[in-house]
């Protein structure tokens, strides 16, 4: 089975004009070594971002019809934003897709975190294309239910970390351990990527252009994980308790 075949599964989308995705998976580094007039993803991942922008503001629209402009603009930029993008393009696997220059491929290109999020948000805007809105749109929704999905409100995303220890420390009185996991990429172009644990168990992993940064958004994981733990147990425990519907005595 062809690499663009395993990633439309990946996807759970199969596109009619395959080569629309091509083109979203060529990165623009191929400019500089490809002779001719060599097309690449950048007016994709252009569309793409719009295309996102309507898709999650129409979502915070809808569950939040109290809040204002403000909490809602600064809501969706931190929610979903760049390290975001890289993150599920992580997930799907795209950088084993990219259509890369030498150069940029020795550079570690594959793993850059604009790279992964610019072809994100490139598949996202040749799912637009070759789909329609409606496509793109359940593209996002599947890709960010674990922020949407069960989203009943805004978490705290000006300080992550303290509303992470402040929520760990009301059944514990131990606090969050933040770990470096690893430094990508040259001098100018560091990726640091950390874990948080708690009781010796991983919570979530961020990634950021500096080591306070990527612990922000090992929190804002970690405190997602936690929240959509808590609902499934919640829901586990409402099936299990007894019906009584039915059970009453006739004649009542």
Known sequence: MSNLRLLQERL???FREESLLRLALTHPSLVHEAPGNVQHNQRL????DAVLGLVLTGELYEKFPSLGEGPLTKARAQMVNRRTLAAEARRLQLGECLNLSRGEEANGG???LSALADAFEAVLGAIFLDGGYGAAQAFILRC???AFG?????PNLQNPKGELQEL????SSQAPIYELASVRGPDHDREFEC????QGVELGRGQGKSKKEAESQAAMAALVYLKDKALAQQREADLSQPSTAGNAPAGE
């Open 12 to 14: 759970d989308y199969t």
């Open 150 to 154: 069960e989203l009943t409100e805004i």
């Open 195 to 198: 874990a948080v644990f708690h």
């Open 168 to 171: 760990l420390q009301a059944d």
């Open 110 to 112: 594959r793993q850059r």
């Open 144 to 146: 960010f239910r674990d």
């Open 45 to 48: 991942e252009f569309l793409g």
